[in-house]
C-alpha cells in the first residue's frame, strides 16, 4: 500500500495518487490492517511520519542544539537523519473522527438503500438496470 502525505505529514490519500504531495511510503500492511474500515475523510485525519533516531549525551539525556534547544539526532554518512521507524496517529480530535466515520457509514446504509429501490422499481417496470458503484 502507498501512503501520500502533505509538508507536515498529513495523510492525504491511499494508493491513489493526489494532484500534490510531499512523500509517499509503501507499507507492507493492507487499509484493513492499519486503518480498520475507516472512511477516507477519516484517514485524512491521521499523520504518517518517519521516527529518527535520537542523539543522546554522555548522562543518557537527549542531546540538543546549544544555540536553538532543537533535539538531535544521529545521521548517516551521506548527513541525513537515521529513521528508526514510523508514527501513525490522528491530528484530528478522536470524537470528530468518530461523527464523521458515523456520518459515512449512515450515508452508505442510504445508498444501499435507494438502490435496492431503484432495482426493485426498476424489476416492476420490467427494465433492467445497471449495478451502481458505491
Given at each position: 500500500m502507498k501512503i501520500y502525505v502533505n509538508d507536515k505529514y498529513e495523510i492525504l490519500s491511499l494508493d491513489k495518487e493526489p494532484n500534490y504531495f510531499k512523500e509517499v511510503f509503501e507499507v507492507v500492511q493492507t487499509r484493513d490492517?492499519?486503518?480498520g474500515n475507516w472512511c477516507d475523510a477519516c484517514?485524512?485525519?491521521y499523520k504518517y511520519e518517519p521516527q529518527y533516531e535520537f542523539l543522546f549525551n554522555?548522562?543518557?539525556s537527549n542531546a540538543r542544539n546549544e544555540k536553538t534547544g532543537e533535539l538531535l539526532y544521529k545521521l548517516d554518512d551521506e548527513g541525513n537523519k537515521i529513521t528508526a521507524g514510523f508514527?501513525?496517529?490522528?491530528?484530528?480530535n478522536y470524537q470528530t473522527l468518530m461523527l464523521i466515520q458515523k456520518q459515512y457509514e449512515d450515508s452508505q446504509k442510504q445508498v444501499q438503500a435507494l438502490n435496492a429501490q431503484v432495482a426493485y422499481l426498476s424489476m416492476m417496470a420490467g427494465i433492467e438496470m445497471e449495478v451502481g458503484h458505491e
Open positions: 490492517v492499519m486503518f484517514l485524512c485525519g554522555e548522562d543518557g508514527a501513525c496517529y490522528p491530528f484530528v
